[in-house]
């Protein structure tokens, strides 16, 4: 092991109460730092260790940056916050996402700028929709495009790490394909870096209780790792596991079955239900399984409901397809199902397995895989004006008081899902239905199916039009 002063360097900064404790304290998997709402309450530099997809780093927790009058404690403060950063091998200047880019954020960013160092952007308390304003003022900063991501909540953290790796230019492990059962033993992979195609892939496999998740995890393993049985409710918390299909690492978690609110009366079942969406928020594909003999209940659909708004991409599996007997009248109305309740996400990928008899893996696998590449499609922003061009001269914004509405620029801020902001100059008289012709109308265009789309308009001219 390193020792910790050759360990690289990461400095986390920016203004307080931005939640740069929460974020020490989640990448260094403890409680070192004091946390609360109450701004300022780290004034010395907190030093700690971090372990991040297999390497390790040194972190440091710096005090809120200020504006401050010579001497008092807050310019002290600063001034332990940009030694910190001098030292550092890589800067994580930390936001609030809901609160967006102040005055503050705009002057520590040209600190950070100016102090020549890899700068990693991160925007926090992103958590559901809150944020999205914030991540797409915080383009603004010139300090590249921010990471989305919920100290507290631990989402983006994945995408955090690897962003951390790439710009202290550390090369990705390629992780130990698990062996199966019948394989022959098989030595580990030494450290390559992974392209874009190989970064790792969080999966969540959820569903109702005894609908197969933990027999699909075995399935998948290629050993018994889970407890499975007849008993609905064995699998109590989230549980993790590495795989490797055809080169591409997998991380799967099989969480406990969720239910219905008032059917959740006993202590540890609510904790476990809890712990379920904690899954599918960290998770950047969910798998909603279910059981082929009672398919779509009311649950089922609620969960593909929350899976969307969540923002995560979602591939159906339909379990124990071996003991339906006809099978394409079946496999239609599901189709049906599927397309008339989950509306929000048209052609979601339905796939139709046996977890028992390990049929249909395959398929699975690869629909993931797919709607996965899909779920981080970026579109260049003169492809996405074209395209708006050629929608709007098809189907013109309608009329508001006698005025036509104009969309004057479209861009893409982000990716996981893709989202995409809309300028005009009256965005709140634009109907909701033309917002859904044009989402309707991008699935087509850049072949988006079976992900959440988020497209918002905003007030004002092409924001990137001068400079």
Known sequence: MSSPASLPLIAIVGR???????????????????????????????EGTAKLLGNEFRLIDTAGLEEARQGSIADRMRKQTEQAIETADLVLFVIDARVGVTASDSAFAKIARQSGKPVVLVANKAEGRQGDEGILEAFSLGLGAPIAISAEHGEGIGDLAIDIMGALGISMPAPVKKRHRDDPETEQTPAVPAPESQRLIRVAIVGRP??????LVNALLGEDRMITGPEPGLTRDSVSSELTYKGRPILLFDTAGLRRKAKITETAEKLSASDAIRAIRFAEVVVLL???????????????????EEGRALVVAVNKWDLVEEKQKTLRELRETVAESLA????????????????????????????????NRRISTPRLNRWLEEAMSRHAPPASHGRRI?????????????????????????????????????????????VPIRFSLRKGENPFAKG
């Not at 409680?31 to 701004?39: E, G, N, W």
Request: hydrophobic fraction near 35%.
């Open 344 to 375: 929000q996400v048209p052609n979601v990928p339905l796939v139709t397995i046996s977890a028992r008899s390990e049929s249909g893996l395959d398929q699975l696998m690869s629909a993931i895989i797919k709607v996965h590449e899909t779920w």
């Open 16 to 46: 307080p109460n931005v939640g740069k404790s929460t974020l020490f304290n989640r990448l260094t998997g403890s409680r070192a730092a004091l946390v609360s709402d109450l701004p300022g309450l780290t004034r010395d530099r907190r």
């Open 210 to 215: 005894n609908a197969g998740k933990s027999t």
């Open 406 to 450: 104009k969309i004057r620029y479209i861009t893409q801020p982000s990716t996981r899902p893709p989202t995409f902001v809309a300028f005009c100059q009256r965005a709140d008289a634009l109907p909701q239905s033309y917002v859904k012709y044009l989402t309707n109308s991008m699935r087509d265009a850049f072949d988006l199916p079976g």
């Open 290 to 308: 279910v059981d082929a003999e009672r398919p779509f209940e009311h649950q089922d659909l609620t969960i593909g409901h929350r899976v969307a």
